[in-house]
């Protein structure tokens, strides 16, 4: 089997890809009524943050995908852990997206 990885830049787009796709299915601060402008705000700068960190860490390993990165990073144990909670985050948001879909 031939072993191919994404370059930063595809790996990069598709981080901002999930999350406005996220926020835009489960609706972002849907609880809070009126105010769902101000959560937004506060929503986006973390995003941004949040994308930019992963693209950063991404770049400073090449060909590495990011579960290779978290136990060089991390630790054995603790990468390992944080890339189980990675995989049941997306696992748990998947199934979260298609309830609201369906």
């Given amino acids: 089997m031939k072993n191919e990885a994404i370059s930063e830049r595809q790996a990069t787009i598709l981080i901002i890809l999930f999350l406005l ?20 705000t506060i929503a986006i700068p973390c995003s941004i943050i949040l994308a930019l960190m992963f693209s950063r860490i991404l770049s400073l390993y090449p060909g590495k995908d ?36 369906a």
């Avoid at 796709?21 to 937004?40: F, M, P, Y």
């Avoid at 060089?72 to 603790?78: A, E, F, H, Q, S």
């Fill in 21 to 40: 796709g996220n926020s835009l299915l489960i609706g972002s601060g849907s609880q809070a009524k009126q105010d769902v402008w101000i959560a937004v």
């Fill in 66 to 101: 990011l579960f290779d990165i978290l136990p060089l990073l991390m630790g054995n144990y603790i990468g390992k852990l944080l890339s189980m909670l990675m995989i049941w985050f997306f696992f748990y948001d998947a199934a979260l997206i298609f309830k609201i879909i």
